[in-house]
């Protein structure tokens, strides 16, 4: 059974920082192109980053320079260091391990950026 589960998310000042990690079972997790997304309320979900197998990493621009996507494959697990938050950074924030047809998402992880 697949399983992805999210922990790090809560409550942080504008300015503030925090670090997602995203742990991964009953995958080949070295294989698989690991994702953060995140969903505002009213909002439709939208990508965050994605880290390849091979280490090639891709960000939204709204959070390039502020966020850094990496991934520990003895750890079967990625992370998400999100410094500089913004209020408008506030969301839950989801984790995502893609091969080929293989797509598997974690249950979500709230982070919110006070003002």
């Known amino acids: 059974q697949v399983q992805l589960v999210e922990s790090g998310g809560g409550l942080v000042q504008a300015g503030g920082s925090l670090r997602l990690s995203c742990a991964a079972s009953?995958?080949?997790?070295?294989?698989?192109?690991m994702g953060w997304y995140r969903q505002a309320p009213g909002k439709q979900r939208e990508l965050v980053a994605t880290?390849?197998?091979?280490?090639?990493?891709n960000y939204a621009d709204s959070v390039k320079g502020r966020f850094t996507i990496s991934r520990t494959n003895a750890k079967n697990t990625a992370y998400l260091q999100m410094n500089s938050l913004k209020p408008e950074d506030t969301a839950v924030y989801y984790c995502?391990?893609?091969?080929?047809?293989?797509?598997?998402w974690g249950q979500g992880t709230q982070v919110t950026v006070s003002s």
């Open positions: 995502n391990a893609l091969k080929e047809w293989l797509n598997y």
């Open positions: 009953g995958i080949i997790f070295r294989l698989y192109t």
């Open positions: 880290i390849s197998s091979g280490g090639t990493t």
